[in-house]
């Protein structure tokens, strides 16, 4: 990838040029970034409109195809190392460019976080900072690895699930690569499958035992969760080889993964049961996994639209890092709103300054990273 893909976010110029970007992986990115965002802003519409708490299933299988959108992404990278000539170096080379991609601004987040929670959340005297956490593990990626996430910071639990994918998923496969050197892409897809059904039982084995809650501790905890990107990496890897099926039938994927998706989101919401649990985080992660090809193939046009989206994109991760502990609750701690009008106005500020800071540190901060990494 040349400094061309690393493209400047410029608002309604920015670079949609299909030759640079995959627009359409861009437009379901963004799409997620939004929808997480505005499940969040529950904090503080919720009050005031109860319907408004629908949003939260969505925000919640946003993130799951998020999951899926990151195997995706790694999966035809992955898939390199599925050849005879495979060195050691290369998987040296993925690991690098996956933490420099993520580690820093992570590192650099839980810093001004921890500060403004020392010196005004904490003795804020609202409730969304009750409780105690050991800001240590958060930078060894443990702090939801085997329990649930601390209230400090708490939008970044998927990041441990997926830093520790990053590291642990190629292991096994670069593994089959040594020992079958005449035919490793057979043996690649087998062991991606025995992985999938591996963490499988294991996290069906902890429900069955436990009974967890199914948000903090189940959804957000690394242990269970790590077969999230294992579905979207192989979709990318089949699809590498399978193209014209992918293409033909891109749009009835679609629609089966969102239905399938969307149906199960909504009745692990309301029906909450532990039956419902053990097949939950299967049926959700491949099914989203299923979304991927239409946007892989579908060729969007270069209007307004397509514009705002791969801009947005562009600073989703900067959207992800700061949306909800740095910025919407620095909003509720300034403005504390007390009616509908209030609360409004609040989200209204709120989402635009957003929009304006993601924008500046992807462009001056994160963007300046990541060219000397290619540099």
Known sequence: MSNLHIIKA??????????????????????????????????????????YKVLFPIGSLAQEVFFSLSG???????LKFANKDFQIKQLFGFYLKRWIRTVPFYFLFIGINYFIYIFWYKNSGLNLFSADFNVGGYFSFSQNLFDRHPVFYP????????????????????????????SPFKYFIAVLILLICVINAWRINYVLAYNPEQDWELRKIVAYRMDALLYGVL?????????????????????????????????????????????????????SALILPYFRFTIFKNNALSRIMTHTSLVSYAIVLSHLY??????????????????????????????????????????????????
Not at 10 to 26: A, C, M, P, Y
Request: proline share 4%; hydrophobic share 55%; charged share 15%.
């Open 10 to 51: 410029k608002w309604l110029s920015t670079n949609v040029d299909q030759d640079v970007r995959n627009i359409g992986l861009d437009i379901i990115r963004a799409a997620c970034a939004i929808f997480v965002v505005l499940a969040h802003t529950n904090n503080i519409l919720g009050k005031y409109l109860p319907v």
């Open 326 to 375: 740095f910025l919407q609750f620095l909003f509720i701690n300034m403005f504390r709103p007390t009616d509908l009008w209030s609360a409004i106005a609040t989200t209204v500020g709120y989402l635009i300054v957003l929009i304006i800071f993601s924008t500046f540190f992807y462009n001056f901060v994160e963007r300046p990273v990541l060219l000397l990494r290619k540099n």
């Open 235 to 287: 979709v990318s890897v089949i699809v590498k080889t399978n193209e014209d099926f992918f293409r033909k039938y891109k749009t009835r994927l679609l629609i089966v993964g969102l239905v399938v998706s969307v149906t199960t989101s909504f009745a692990g919401l309301i029906l909450k049961s532990q039956y419902i649990n053990v097949i939950l985080f299967t049926i959700l992660p491949l099914s």
């Open 155 to 182: 939008e970044i639990w998927p990041i441990p699930i997926e830093e520790w994918s990053y590291l642990l998923i190629p292991l096994p496969l670069i593994m089959v690569c040594f020992i079958s050197k005449n």
């Open 72 to 78: 995706f992404l790694i999966g035809s990278q992955l």
